[in-house]
């Protein structure tokens, strides 16, 4: 039976059933075994794996089996800059700074620039460059550490990436990146080359260290197809396995089954790293799709659906208190929570979070250099 | 009909019917009219014109247009390095030499140090670039002049290539890519998008310098089709359709019917830049197809066939005197001058081109740095 979803690196549309999308990408879910291994380490899980946003895997364990032997491994995540940050993007972010924080690791932090410009008929490379520079802003502002952190753009450090971006295109045909995410003779040679210089930053730094170094991606999970291809080309090349840790999408406000993931294309149902606390409650409280009854009556006595509320949905991604999430769940559930109360809830929240975003975007601004990988 | 030869920029084999190629490939011949105009400006032709050994072309007219403008232009050819110089390469590049004195222009000089290691399963990355180290002396050798070349690996300028050559991928989708060079979804990646790297340069001055500027490039026929995706692509990134000119091919010695043109690859019947006198010698002697009888009493009473004979082919390359040329040619179709006699004169001549390469290349070690593009 054919799914009624999509996730490609591409499109991500329709109410995705998880469990589902474990079986056809071949990914493992993150159970209790793996968690329980990787608590005795951090002391104490961030919020997003007991809700399981991070929910799947693959190869974590051979990251942890490296944790174990007293060896470090680095973390890889990226950001396409085709307009600006919005909060579904922050959320790989977030965990990303967890695990950089809790395990002292090096993260490489690439800017794909050429991929949305080569993907987006109407997008320039100087769009793209001017959306590099602001969203930079935005990944500085997650609080990573400085010392630990480089970020750099394809175009710009080209000369690092592109022959060994070359050796990865060596050994994929055409047939398998048609296969793996459904080109056809209509896409350009530009997107089919382009995955290869996703693949580069999971072996870079056991080429430039000269030694094997274990590579661990935190990402949503519809970016897994190019780390397939990573991985199907890694042993080829000599490299290890890379490991990626998967989350769920933060759904546009409008929902999964009417927008799909949140997208900076639809500006209305989105919520950007640089919007007023104004525009944030406007949206919400507009926007939101809610799981509340018709009238407040009815409301007040069957209760509200949280598990459907994309106000709810996004306090389970930005409300870390855990307890006061569950309150919030039976009192909707109940119907003693009102959907305008909830959205109120939600607004308080992000905005809480926004202001220090940012805040610290702000002081970003004469950090940038220090970021930026030399190339 | 089909043809029984085969013209690509990876293959080029049987016995190759130029006419045929000319329609074929859509390119024009370089006719008389277009000679006298080229001639008006540099005061004489190269044999190689005359001899129709550079013998099609295409927007040659729009170069002589910029020149009788008063405008400069600029001369772009390259050199994938997988193994040796040998005297085939050296063709295009002893008639840039000329183009860039009689025009004082400058010449762009590109080494696709991916493009063989792409297309060739065996070779890596390490031999390329020793192979680009070698090559480079055989093209500083050419007595290029060293204010006015820029070489270039492009592995090394991925910072100043890669960005334009994902905009000119953006244009060229996978079905146009497969019927313009053959390809197959068994071809790797790498391979398909190779081709906008070798684009890119007919565009790096006007890009660089910012104002439309005009190229030609020299060059065996089977580099054709890369120019034609240039030149599809050109008008829709607002750049001057881009010239070519275009050589016939230097035989194996052993004749195009059976081996096709000169290849590094096959070292027995290929003369190499490096080679002594000695080897030049017993590679003419031994395996230079002949022309001649049977017999030498055969030979003397039907004569000998210049035409197929591959030491008189070379000498009509690498032989400048063109009346001593017709003697030979007269000689031999007689019977007067012997097989023998008509190779070594074809090694002399050789020996002699070489003895000044050689000590030019020798040279050529300590201007490496001179003639390299920074970027």
Redesign the interface.
């Known amino acids: 039976m054919a799914n009624d979803f999509t996730v490609t690196p591409w499109e991500v549309s329709g109410e995705i059933d998880y469990d589902s999308l474990i079986r056809e990408f071949g990914v493992k879910p993150l159970d209790d075994k793996l968690l329980e291994r990787l608590e005795k380490h951090t002391k104490g899980l961030h919020y997003f794996l007991k809700r399981k946003i991070f929910f799947a895997h693959t190869y974590f364990d051979t990251i942890l089996d490296q944790v174990e032997k007293g060896k470090k491994f680095y973390l890889y995540t990226g950001r396409a800059p085709s307009g600006p940050v919005h909060l579904g993007h922050m959320v790989p972010w977030m965990f990303c700074k967890w695990l950089q924080d809790k395990f002292n690791v090096n993260l490489l932090f690439q800017i794909p620039d050429?991929e949305k410009?080569?993907f987006n008929e109407n997008l320039t490379?100087e769009e793209t460059k001017k959306w590099s520079d602001e969203n930079i802003l935005d990944i500085i502002a997650m609080g990573f550490n400085p010392k630990k952190t480089k970020i750099f753009l394809?175009?710009?450090?080209?000369?690092l990436?592109?022959?060994h971006?070359?050796?990865v295109?060596?050994?994929?045909?055409?047939?398998t990146?048609?296969s793996t995410f459904g080109?056809?003779?209509?896409?350009?040679?530009?997107?089919?080359?382009y995955?290869?210089m996703q693949s580069v930053p999971a072996f870079l730094p056991t080429i430039l260290e000269g030694k094997t170094t274990y590579c661990l991606i935190p990402c949503a999970i519809d970016q897994q197809p190019h780390f397939f291809m990573t991985n199907d080309v890694a042993p080829k090349l000599g490299y290890p396995k890379t490991a990626t840790i998967l989350s769920r999408f933060l759904p546009g406000l409008q929902g999964m089954h009417k927008e799909g993931k949140m997208s900076s294309s639809i500006e209305s149902t989105t919520i950007f790293a640089t919007d007023t606390p104004r525009q944030v409650h406007d949206k919400i409280m507009k926007y939101a799709f809610s799981g509340g009854r018709d009238t407040l009556e009815e409301h007040r006595k069957l209760g509200g659906n949280p598990d459907v509320d994309v106000s709810y949905q996004y306090l389970t991604f930005f409300l870390e208190d855990s307890k006061k999430l569950e309150q919030i769940y039976n009192d909707y559930k109940s119907g003693t929570l009102l959907t305008g109360d909830l959205k109120k809830l939600t607004v308080d929240t992000i905005n809480k979070f926004l202001k220090k975003h940012q805040a610290r975007r702000q002081k970003a601004k004469k950090m940038v250099r220090k970021f930026m990988l030399k190339?």
């Open positions: 050429e410009f080569l490379m394809d175009t710009e450090c080209a000369n990436m592109y022959r971006a070359c050796s295109a060596k050994k994929i045909t055409l047939s990146a048609k080109f056809t003779d209509s896409n350009n040679i530009g997107e089919v080359f995955t290869s190339c």
